[in-house]
């Protein structure tokens, strides 16, 4: 009888492939996600929140608006924090006169302690653009020698609220319309050249504010000035009481869009307070 040939050997089980661990999936999963975000919010759209009243009418304290990052270029000012990894100004293009900017403040002046004076991001109007000279006087911005025309129109009218007091309004504005506690302010409506037309406030007769020295705005920066003139800390005003010419580099973006208001009357730990506090009407206000 022929030899029976032994039965082939069995392969060999291949060792399995080290399963990753669940902890390791999570942290790969938030560190893609972190990155997706840093991303976005650097070159494309930011949130931004309203902390005061200096551009009021247009931004009421609780709004809060979306930035587009692209329109003026990059920076290290369009990165979260700031960091360092751009040097100068990268895809730079100006803005125009008109624009609602969103910008890093320039760095405290040596010796200033004051917390309100850090470096934190700002919104307000451009006015003057490299060249140009601006000048304040008797309330009205004279932009390269000619007045900016400026037309009263029907006053501003807030409800208080507790994103907006009446310490905050200012005891010779408050008033009382149907039983309902009011701040009204004098407005006008300017028009620059060119067409571009926004709505200003007058709070009263201030020489420090309401008349000024002529600024020739120096090339590479801008004059700003919010849109709530008398109570503004702008470009009229050097460190530490205004900001002075705020430089190109550090426009982080153009004001899109109004996604979500409130008046600050909301409790976080009471969900339906929410719904009472926002003001569905200014969401979707563009610029």
Not at 103 to 116: C, L, N, V
Not at 259 to 265: A, E, K, L, Q, W
């Amino acid at each position: 009888m022929a030899d029976t040939p032994p039965p082939a050997a069995a392969p060999k089980a291949q060792p399995d492939s080290p399963k990753r661990s669940e902890a390791g999936e999570t942290l790969r999963f938030l560190l893609k996600l972190a990155l997706f975000v840093f991303v976005i919010r650097s070159f494309l759209f930011a949130p931004y929140s309203i902390p005061s009243e200096s551009m009021l009418p247009r931004l009421l304290i609780g709004d809060y608006l979306f930035v587009t990052k692209w329109n003026y270029g990059y920076s290290r000012w369009s990165l979260p924090w700031g960091l360092p990894l751009i040097p100068g100004r990268i895809l730079a293009s100006d803005p125009a006169r008109g624009d609602v900017v969103v910008f890093r403040s320039p760095d405290p002046a040596p010796g200033d302690t004051d917390p309100a004076h850090d470096d934190h991001d700002v919104i307000k109007r451009v006015i003057g653009l490299p060249g140009d000279t601006v000048q304040v006087r008797g309330g009205q911005v004279i932009l390269n020698g000619k007045p900016i025309p400026k037309a009263r129109v029907a006053d501003f009218t807030l409800p208080l609220s507790p994103n907006f007091d009446a310490e905050k309004c200012g005891a010779d504005h408050l008033d009382v319309v149907g039983g309902t506690q009011i701040c009204r302010y004098r407005r006008y409506r300017e028009t620059l050249p060119g067409g571009r037309s926004y709505d200003v406030l007058d709070q009263g007769d201030f020489p420090d504010r309401d008349d000024t020295d002529v600024y020739t705005v120096p090339a590479g920066n801008v004059f700003l000035m919010g849109d709530n003139r008398d109570d503004s800390a702008d470009s009229r005003f050097p460190a530490p009481f205004g900001m002075g010419y705020i430089p190109m580099e550090r426009l982080e973006g153009k004001a899109a869009i109004t996604f979500f208001s409130t008046d600050g009357s909301a409790s976080w730990l009471l969900p339906w307070t929410w719904f009472q506090a926002a003001r569905p009407a200014r969401i979707g206000e563009g610029f």
